[in-house]
């Protein structure tokens, strides 16, 4: 249901109740308001993230509408979504505030959410970034297992982009192993993967990977 559609049932509640005495709807309303509410921060958080990137520069914004987006969802048990909200608040610590440690409980709360609910893109993120927290304490069979499972739930779901990206990461994992011809070859299916499906970001950090390993 649009948000736009949960908006116009509260309306139909709110009147029922107030002109036809009827007041057995309001709960159903409230719940519908929180789900468009919840959904209206976490793409509000999205778009402030967008923006650090653009600008460099933080805005806490950010993680308080993330926080509730997550509040939210737990409260409507909506698993799928509150995963989603999780993973944003570990993104926001390990991404803005450069602090890994902070951000691995939410990584295993979204991938486990994620999990249950069976949203493989949402679990595939998770375990991309769970890879990258394992590949900077130097624990590289882990952080190359993690990319991998994510790199295999994205080409399952026709993800190529972000499957581009990971190869990328898995790149540096090989490289980091001391196997510079494995992570070339990495790259090279990064960037034909990229080329493939217009990712100009990606085959930039291709490049960037190439002139690094």
Request: aromatic share 8%; no cysteine.
């Amino acid at each position: 249901m649009s948000a736009e559609d949960r908006i116009e049932n509260a309306k139909v509640h709110y009147e029922r109740s107030i002109f036809g005495g009827d007041a057995s709807g309001l709960p159903i309303a409230e719940r519908e308001l929180d789900g468009v509410e919840a959904d209206l921060a976490l793409a509000r958080g999205r778009i402030l993230h967008a923006r650090f990137f653009e600008k460099h520069e933080k805005d806490p914004r950010e993680l308080a509408l993330f926080e509730r987006a997550a509040e939210l969802y737990r409260a409507l048990g909506d698993l799928r979504s509150e995963g989603e909200a999780r993973f944003w608040i570990g993104t926001y610590h390990q991404v803005v505030e450069r602090d890994n440690d902070a951000g691995i409980s939410f990584f295993e709360a979204a991938e486990d959410l994620a999990s249950r609910a069976g949203d493989l893109l949402t679990r595939s993120y998770a375990l991309r970034h769970l890879a990258y927290v394992s590949h900077m304490a130097g624990r590289l069979d882990a952080a190359r297992e993690r990319m991998e499972e994510s790199t295999e739930l994205r080409r399952k779901l026709g993800f190529l982009p972000g499957v581009a990206a990971n190869l990328v990461g898995l790149a540096y994992i090989a490289a980091a192993q001391g196997d510079r011809v494995e992570a070339l070859a990495f790259l090279d299916e990064a960037q034909s993967t990229a080329e493939g499906s217009g990712a100009h970001g990606i085959m930039r950090q291709v490049e960037e990977a190439r002139a690094e390993i």
